[in-house]
C-alpha cells in the first residue's frame, strides 16, 4: 500500500494522539506476523505491547485468521435483536465456563468502552430492578482509565481524560489510587503496603448513606496510568465492604482478563469475585473489536422476573454479538485452551520481573512494578518538562526495533503472551540503551 498522501495525513484525525507531532514525522505499520511488525521501510520491530494490550496469542494467529475468513464466507452480519446466529449463543457458553464462579451470563459489545458502560447500566438498572432505586452513586478511582464513554469516564480518575468536557455523571465519587512510591518503589508482584487504601470506601459509605451506593468499579491492576499493581490483600478487603453494604462490585478486564496475569482473568489471579466483569482487547485477540460484560447469575435472573412482554434490558448495540467477532473469540479461545497461553504466561512472569527489575540503577528510573506480563519502568522527569523524557525514550526503542508505550512518566511493557526469554532479553536491552542514549 501507498504512504498516505498529505491530503490523507490531515484527513485522519488520530485517536489518544499527538497529531501534529505525529504527522510531521509519521511512522506507518504494514504487516505483522507473531512477535513483530513490519514497518513501511521494511524493517521489524518487536511488539513490546501486545499491539494496545491486546494481542495476546501473536499477530496473525493462523487459528484466528483462518476463522475470520471462514465467517466472512458463511454469514457476513445479522443483528442479535430480533434473530439470533447460533455462533454468538456458543461463545456466550464458552465464556461462561471460562468465567471465574458464577459470573456465567455474559452481553457483548465491541469495545471495552462499551463493556464499562454497560456493566455501570447493569448495575444501576438491576438495583431498580429489586425496587431499590435509591442506589445510584458509582465509586470510581483515582488514576483510573475505563475507556471514553460518559460512564467510563465519569468514574475514571486521570485528570486530563475527563476534564475538557465539563461535569460528567453525577453522584460519582472516587476512592485514591494505590500508587505509594515512598514506601513501595521496586516491588515485585503485589506491592507489600496499602491495603488500607481500600477503607476509604468505608469513608465514603459513611459520609454519604451506603444504601445510596450502587456499584464499585476497579481494574484490578489500573493499565493505563502506568501499570498498578494492588498492595497485597486490597481487593479483598474491597470484595469485604461491598459485600457488608449491598454494593455491587466491578472489575474492568480490559486489560488484564484473558491471560495476561498468568490466569484466565485478575479474579482468578487474586482470588476475587467481582459481581459484573467488563471485558475487550485479548477477547478476539485484537483481530476484531469485540467486548463482553460477564454478569454474576443471580444479577442476570433480576431482570428476568417480570413480564415476558418487553425488553428485559433496555440496551445494545447493532454489532452485540458480531458473527465476525464471535467467530474471532471462538478460535481465540481454542487458541487458549490449545497453547495454554496463561499457563505460558504465568512460566515466563518471573524471567520478565527479573529482566525488568535489572533495569535499577539505569539513569532515571524510579520504579519498576510489574505481574504476569504486565510491567512499567517509571522515569523521574526532565525538571519542568513532564511526560518528555519516556516519549523520548518510547521513539529511541522504536528506532532500535522494539514498540513500547510511554504513559505519562512510564514506560510500559506488555508483549504478546508468547514472547520467548530470548525477545524479553533483547527488550530490556533495547530498554536498557534507550535510557542510557536519552540521559546522555
Ligand atoms: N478499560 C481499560 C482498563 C482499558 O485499559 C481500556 C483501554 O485501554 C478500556 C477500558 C477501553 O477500551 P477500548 O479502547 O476498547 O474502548
Known amino acids: 500500500m501507498q504512504a498516505p498522501t498529505p491530503a490523507a495525513l490531515d484527513a485522519f484525525w488520530m485517536p489518544f494522539t499527538a497529531n501534529r507531532k505525529f504527522k510531521r514525522d509519521p ?32 499477530h496473525r494467529h493462523p487459528a484466528i485468521s483462518a476463522a475470520l475468513k471462514q465467517q466472512i464466507d458463511t454469514l457476513d452480519y445479522a443483528s442479535n435483536f430480533q434473530l439470533g446466529h447460533p455462533a454468538a449463543f456458543t461463545l456466550a457458553e464458552r465464556l461462561a465456563d471460562w468465567a ?6 455474559v452481553f457483548f459489545t465491541n469495545s471495552g468502552s462499551e463493556s464499562v458502560d454497560t456493566a455501570l447500566k447493569i448495575a444501576l438498572a438491576w438495583h431498580r430492578a429489586r425496587g431499590d432505586a435509591g442506589r ?57 503496603h496499602g491495603v488500607e487504601h481500600a477503607d476509604a470506601l468505608e469513608a465514603i459509605c459513611a459520609v454519604h448513606d451506603p444504601a445510596t451506593i450502587a456499584a464499585v468499579i476497579v481494574e484490578p491492576i489500573a493499565g493505563s496510568t502506568g501499570v498498578l499493581p494492588p498492595p497485597v490483600g486490597y481487593l479483598t478487603r474491597l470484595r469485604e465492604i461491598c459485600d ?16 495476561r496475569l ?81 499457563g ?20 532515571a528510573v524510579a520504579d519498576v512494578r510489574n505481574l504476569g506480563l504486565l510491567g512499567a519502568v517509571e522515569l523521574s522527569p526532565f525538571p519542568g518538562r513532564p511526560g518528555v523524557r519516556a516519549q523520548a525514550v518510547e521513539r529511541r526503542c522504536l528506532e532500535q526495533g522494539l514498540l513500547v508505550r ?33 540521559d546522555a
Open 27 to 58: 511512522r506507518f505499520v504494514t504487516g505483522a506476523q507473531g512477535m513483530h511488525y513490519t514497518m513501511s521501510d521494511g524493517s521489524q520491530v518487536l511488539d513490546g505491547i501486545a499491539g494496545l494490550w491486546c494481542v495476546n496469542a501473536g
Open 100 to 105: 471465574p464462579a458464577d459470573l456465567n451470563r
Open 136 to 192: 445510584y452513586r458509582l465509586i470510581g478511582r483515582a488514576r483510573a482509565y475505563h475507556g471514553v464513554g460518559f460512564g467510563g469516564i465519569s468514574v475514571a480518575g486521570i485528570a486530563k481524560h475527563r476534564n475538557a468536557f465539563g461535569p460528567l455523571l453525577n453522584g460519582v465519587d472516587h476512592l485514591p489510587h494505590t500508587h505509594d512510591p515512598k514506601r513501595n518503589a521496586f516491588s515485585r508482584g503485589e506491592p507489600l
Open 244 to 259: 457488608r453494604h449491598g454494593i455491587l462490585l466491578i472489575f474492568d478486564e480490559v486489560i488484564t482478563g484473558f491471560g
Open 262 to 342: 498468568g490466569a484466565r482473568f485478575a479474579a482468578d489471579r487474586f482470588g476475587v469475585v467481582p459481581d459484573l466483569m467488563a471485558t475487550a482487547k485479548g477477547l478476539t485477540n485484537g483481530a476484531i473489536p469485540m467486548g463482553a460484560v460477564f454478569v454474576r447469575e443471580a444479577i442476570h435472573a433480576g431482570f428476568m422476573q417480570g413480564s415476558e412482554a418487553g425488553v428485559e434490558f433496555a440496551h445494545g448495540y447493532t454489532y452485540s454479538g458480531h458473527p465476525l467477532a464471535c467467530a474471532a473469540a471462538l478460535a481465540t479461545l481454542q487458541v487458549h485452551q490449545e497453547e495454554d497461553l496463561a
Open 344 to 363: 505460558q504466561c504465568a512460566a515466563i512472569a518471573p524471567y520478565f520481573e527479573d529482566v525488568l527489575h535489572a533495569l535499577r540503577g539505569e539513569p
Open 406 to 438: 510511554a504513559l505519562g512518566e512510564t514506560i510500559a511493557v506488555s508483549p504478546p503472551l508468547v514472547v520467548s526469554r530470548d525477545q524479553l532479553a533483547g527488550l530490556a536491552e533495547t530498554l536498557r540503551a534507550a535510557l542510557r542514549h536519552v
